[in-house]
C-alpha cells in the first residue's frame, strides 16, 4: 500500500442493501475524510475524524455511518442503500495538525445504486 | 460552517491564452486556500495553495492571489496549455475545524 487506497472501485448495488466502502491509509495520517462527489455539486464532506477513536458528521451524513478504531482504517457504511446515493465517493487524508496542510485523496469509489 | 463559491462553472479558452477561476469564502477565520486540479475518471491533486499570511504565491504557470479583506481568492493560469483541460475547485479550511469546504468546480476546456 501506498498512500491511501479505496476499495472496491466501482459496485452496482441494489436498493436497500447495505454496503461498507472500504479506506485504508498508511501515511499516518491524523485526519481522515469521505467526500461524495455529483456532478455540478463539487465535494460534499460526508463524514470526518480527526484522530482514531473520533468522527464527525460532514454537511451530508444521513444514511450514512463511520468509525475509527484505528489510525489507518476509516469505512463507511450505508446502512440501506438509497438510488439517491449514487455517487463517487473519495476517501482523503491530512496529515497536518492545526490549520494548514493539504489532503491525500484515494482514487475513489464509484457505487450506482438501483 | 464555511461556504465556498466558484466562478464560473466552465471555461473555454484559446491555447496560449489566460484563464482566471475565483472563489468567495464565508468564514473569516479560514487560513488556509488549496485548489485541486481533476481530470476526467482520476482523483483530485493538489496543484496549489496558500495560506492567509501570504497574498500571492507563484509556481511556474499557476498562481494564486489572496484577499482577506475580500474574503475572495483566485486561481490564475498563464499560457494554458491543452493538458491544463480539467476540473478545478477551490477550497477553504475553517479556522476551528480542519475540514476543506469545496467550491463546486470549474470546469476548464483549452482549445487548441
Known amino acids: 500500500i501506498a498512500g491511501i487506497t479505496q476499495a472496491p472501485t466501482s459496485q452496482i448495488l441494489a436498493a436497500g442493501r447495505r454496503m461498507t466502502l472500504r479506506c485504508t491509509q498508511d501515511?499516518?495520517?491524523?485526519?481522515m475524510y469521505w467526500y461524495r462527489q455529483d456532478l455540478g455539486l463539487g465535494l460534499r464532506l460526508i463524514h470526518y475524524?480527526?484522530?482514531?477513536?473520533?468522527?464527525g458528521k460532514g454537511e451530508v451524513p444521513d444514511g450514512y455511518s463511520v468509525s475509527r478504531a484505528n489510525t489507518d482504517d476509516f469505512p463507511l457504511t450505508l446502512a440501506s442503500a438509497v438510488p439517491s446515493q449514487t455517487s463517487v465517493y473519495f476517501c482523503?487524508?491530512?496529515?497536518?495538525?492545526?490549520?494548514?496542510?493539504?489532503?491525500?485523496f484515494g482514487s475513489g469509489t464509484r457505487l450506482t445504486v438501483v | 460552517g464555511e461556504n465556498v463559491e466558484q466562478h464560473p462553472s466552465t471555461l473555454s479558452v484559446q491555447e496560449g491564452d489566460s484563464a482566471v477561476i475565483k472563489c468567495t469564502y464565508s468564514?473569516?477565520?479560514?487560513?488556509?486556500f488549496p485548489w485541486y486540479k481533476q481530470e476526467l475518471g482520476k482523483r483530485p491533486q493538489l496543484i496549489i495553495d496558500?495560506?492567509?499570511?501570504?497574498g500571492e504565491k507563484k509556481d511556474q504557470r499557476i498562481a494564486v492571489t489572496l484577499n482577506k479583506t475580500a474574503k475572495h481568492f483566485s486561481l490564475h493560469i498563464t499560457e494554458t496549455q491543452p493538458e491544463d483541460s480539467a476540473v478545478y475547485f477551490c477550497?477553504?479550511?475553517?479556522?476551528?475545524?480542519?475540514?476543506?469546504?469545496f467550491g463546486a468546480g470549474t470546469t476548464v476546456t483549452v482549445r487548441a
Open positions: 482523503a487524508s491530512r496529515g497536518s495538525s492545526g490549520g494548514s496542510g493539504g489532503y491525500t
Open positions: 501515511m499516518r495520517h491524523n485526519a
Open positions: 475524524s480527526n484522530t482514531a477513536g473520533t468522527t
Open positions: 468564514d473569516s477565520a479560514s487560513n488556509y
Open positions: 496558500i495560506r492567509s499570511n501570504v
Open positions: 477550497a477553504a479550511l475553517g479556522g476551528d475545524d480542519y475540514k476543506l469546504s
